[in-house]
């Protein structure tokens, strides 16, 4: 396939010569090349070319081309006659509407639009805008007969999956038909076979590790995981209380900075336990020792204002309630 970049003079209206325009929201649309049989039919019967076609129309289009093959069917311009018809303005473009099937498309395109390309024209569609030709819609083609080609049930279920027909020109149903070679884009993967993965392995990734019981043994795992470390790295020193050893290239020393970060990491986390166990229990010890002096010595005071007896060692402020004093009293 040649593409061509259109030049700042150059028209959407007026391709070069053995070239048909494609506009931009035609591949969000669903278009993809080469195109399918299914659309140049279309555009040949109606006699219209491909950039008349709007973003409605034309995702409307390969929705239903796409919707009638994944059912194993082919969409004929008669059956797009039956399910729609294709309407044109005065300026040429093209749209789609329907009265018996709630048909809804995302437009964003409410007018022409200016990003364009050219694409060479190897599958003899048509370069020129032509005048809509209107076909009689096919009386013999009922919605028994549409619901025979398509394999459904009833008329609710077609009813639905032609009001979400959008769905059906993602990247993953265009790859699932044959329409697009695409398989890394969007949700395509799932269309390829899964890896089984066995029961043992299954059951292995989710048992947890075992956590060390003691404090040797949490010495042990840190020394094992430093020495796992300086295993692949050469023998040059780390760093020293007397000299710091700065690699030449820092991305070739990237296990000694692992481990390094692991050293820092015990060397905080022990610091944290200390802060624990002496700052944060001292003060603990010390709120509940001062509490039970206040306590001692409102008791106290209680007891002096009810019989009115004086008690010794008792200062005034003390006496008098002064809580500043109570903290030094014993």
């Not at 259109?6 to 195109?35: I, K, Q």
């Not at 979400?164 to 398989?183: H, M, N, W």
Request: proline share 5%; aromatic share 8%.
């Amino acid at each position: 396939m040649v593409v061509k970049v259109p030049s700042r003079s150059d028209r959407a209206c007026s391709p070069p010569l053995g070239f048909v325009t494609v506009y931009e929201f035609s591949l969000r649309a669903g278009l993809r090349f080469p195109p399918s049989p299914e659309l140049s039919d279309i555009l040949m019967i109606y006699g219209v070319s491909l950039a008349q076609l709007s973003y409605r129309a034309m995702s409307i289009i390969m929705g239903l081309i796409v919707l009638f093959r994944d059912r194993g069917a082919v969409l004929s311009p008669d059956c797009l006659a039956r399910m729609g018809r294709l309407i044109g303005d005065t300026q040429g473009r093209i749209s789609f509407r329907s009265k018996w099937l709630d048909i809804r498309t995302r437009d964003p395109s409410k007018s022409w639009i200016s990003d364009f390309f050219y694409v060479k024209n190897d599958w003899n569609l048509l370069k020129k805008w032509g005048k809509l030709r209107e076909l009689p819609i096919p009386l013999h083609l009922g919605a028994e007969e549409l619901l025979r080609i398509l394999k459904f049930s009833d008329i609710d279920t077609l009813h639905y999956e032609v009001r979400y027909l959008s769905r059906y020109i993602d990247e993953e149903y265009l790859f699932k038909v044959g329409l697009s070679t695409q398989a890394g884009r969007s949700h395509a993967q799932m269309l390829k076979k899964s890896v089984k993965v066995s029961e043992a392995a299954i059951q292995s990734s989710k048992i947890p590790p075992k956590r060390p019981g003691s404090e040797d043994n949490v010495q042990t795992v840190k020394k094992k995981r430093v020495e796992e470390v300086l295993a692949v790295t050469s023998k040059d020193p780390l760093i020293s209380p007397s000299k710091s050893h700065i690699p030449e290239d820092i991305l070739k020393h990237q296990c000694k900075s692992a481990a390094f970060k692991i050293i820092v990491e015990d060397y905080i986390q022990e610091a944290r336990n200390h802060i624990y166990d002496v700052e944060v229990k001292a003060l603990e010890a010390d709120c509940m020792e001062e509490g039970f002096i206040r306590g001692f010595m409102k008791g106290v005071r209680a007891v002096q204002r009810k019989t009115g007896a004086e008690i010794d060692g008792l200062t005034p402020s003390q006496a008098s309630g002064d809580p500043s004093s109570d903290s030094g009293g014993e």
